[in-house]
């Protein structure tokens, strides 16, 4: 590992420090982009769950790169715990999705990297069009497991509940997965696009706002 990782896996090493690993698509392969996007999704969703310290995705690339992973969704657990002690975290968050016929399920367990334990096992499942509620509520559950798991945690603020439904939740998670994916090749034009069409596909995702608004930064 070089010494720029090192220092990276330093900085969130400790207790309660928790990354979301990108899932793992087993239904439909044109979305296995959304592995990306639903990461990030969740990691920003699982900030303010009690004392727990998330991972930041840029990070979590950083070592998969070093790894030659890529954007690889991680399903082995010997390669789990090795990603996880390299980025000095606690706790996992690995998880699944599957698509079929316009119903979407999303699976996520809680997983200590020491010990291989899964510590909490969620799920949720909708229509297609109901994307950021079924990631919402997969993130609730993972928040209030996290609160309990890690030590000196308080009690998580609950989640705002999303607006109405606009109909094109997926296509704005797939733009939005396109942006970061962008943005991991360095090609700044292709991610500021994507984020826009996130946003214009669905204006309730925030987090491709904070995405196009880092570029301005």
Not at 29 to 55: E, F, H, I, N, R
Not at 62 to 83: P, R, W, Y
Not at 98 to 111: K, N, Q, S
């Amino acid at each position: 590992m070089s010494f720029l990782l090192a220092l990276l896996s330093l900085a969130w090493a400790g207790p309660g420090s928790v990354a979301v690993m990108y899932f793992q698509d087993q239904g439909n392969p044109a979305l296995a982009p959304l592995k990306v996007g639903l990461a990030q999704m969740l990691t920003s969703d699982l900030v303010g769950a009690g004392s727990a310290k998330l991972v930041e995705r840029q990070q979590l690339q950083a070592i998969m790169d070093e790894q030659k992973l890529g954007h690889s969704a991680i399903v082995d657990k010997d390669t789990a715990a090795k990603l996880g002690k390299l980025l000095g975290a606690e706790y996992l968050v690995l998880g699944s999705y599957f698509e079929f016929a316009g119903t979407l399920r999303v699976d996520a367990r809680l997983v200590r990297v020491e010990t291989g334990e899964i510590v909490a096992s969620h799920g949720a499942n909708g229509t297609v069009t109901g994307f950021l509620e079924i990631e919402k509520s997969v993130a609730t559950q993972l928040r209030a497991s996290l609160a309990s798991a890690v030590p000196g945690a308080t009690p998580p603020a609950a989640l705002a509940p999303p607006p109405e439904p606009t109909g094109k939740a997926l296509d704005a998670a797939m733009a939005l997965s396109d942006g970061l994916i962008a943005l991991d090749s360095h090609e700044l034009p292709r991610a500021r696009a994507s984020f826009e069409a996130a946003i214009a596909a669905d204006p309730r995702l925030d987090e491709a706002r904070a995405q196009l608004a880092s570029l301005e930064l």
